[in-house]
């Protein structure tokens, strides 16, 4: 069945750092990809998306290409905030069960000034 | 427009009881989602509707869990029997269907339950 990887949190960085969350996926389809952000206190919200092989996903200075070659959705930031401090959630999704979300574990991001 | 809302936020209850979560979503949404938070864990999808008809259920956790959506606008999620292992933040969330990955799901604020 489809899964979702992605690494290990917290990740803890200074302001302005660079940041890469790698997230890497099983499908037998070809799914969409997304990124949803948690930040404290919030619900669930889409950051980026990608829906075919290529795409590039971007909102907010984060950025995510959808490589079907080696099955993975990285997510980056040139320059980290402390208002990025949140949890970060790969997840998939394609034509079973309707579209539902398959989601990673989440990465836990501390940015500090 | 004013999001996917839940109801209550917040629900303790004894074990052994039946308790019941509400979802109203974006209004113009037709497909509607169930999922399941557990602490330090990413969401598990429960079921969705298409309008009114449920149209994935087998992920449903056990018998005890059941989900409706009678007219096709809000919907409720039901737990018989709760148990301890029950404690958890369920999501809803809604999205505009059709046959297609790309559309975005709106997701609630949830419904946090603990089970004494």
């Known amino acids: 069945g489809n899964s979702v990887t992605q690494m290990e949190g917290p990740v803890t960085l200074s302001e302005e750092a660079f940041l890469t969350i790698n997230c890497t996926y099983t499908a037998t389809g070809y799914p969409s990809l997304f990124w949803y952000v948690q930040y404290p206190g919030e619900g669930l919200q889409l950051l980026l998306k990608?829906?075919?092989?290529?795409d590039k996903g971007s909102n907010k200075g984060f950025e995510a290409t959808y490589r079907k070659e080696t099955t993975s959705f990285h997510l980056e930031k040139g320059s980290v905030q402390v208002s990025d401090s949140a949890v970060y959630f790969c997840a998939l999704s394609d034509s079973n069960s309707g579209y539902a979300l398959n989601f990673g574990k989440g990465t836990s991001l501390l940015v500090t000034p | 427009d004013t999001g996917v809302s839940q109801d209550p936020r917040h629900k303790i209850t004894k074990r052994g009881q039946n308790v019941t979560f509400r979802c109203d979503p974006i209004?113009?949404?037709?497909?509607l989602y169930w999922y399941r938070q557990t602490l330090g864990q990413g969401p598990e999808f429960l079921t969705y509707?298409?309008?009114?008809?449920?149209?994935?259920k087998s992920r449903l956790l056990s018998d005890r869990f059941s989900a409706e959506r009678p007219k096709g606008s809000f919907s409720t999620l039901e737990i018989q029997r709760t148990e301890q292992g029950d404690s958890a933040m369920y999501l809803c969330?809604?999205?505009?269907?059709?046959?297609?990955?790309?559309?975005?799901?709106?997701f609630g604020p949830g419904t946090r339950l603990t089970v004494t």
């Open positions: 969330a809604s999205s505009q269907g059709g046959g297609s990955a790309g559309y975005e799901q709106y």
């Open positions: 509707f298409q309008n009114e008809a449920q149209l994935e």
């Open positions: 209004s113009e949404h037709n497909r």
């Open positions: 990608a829906t075919k092989a290529d």
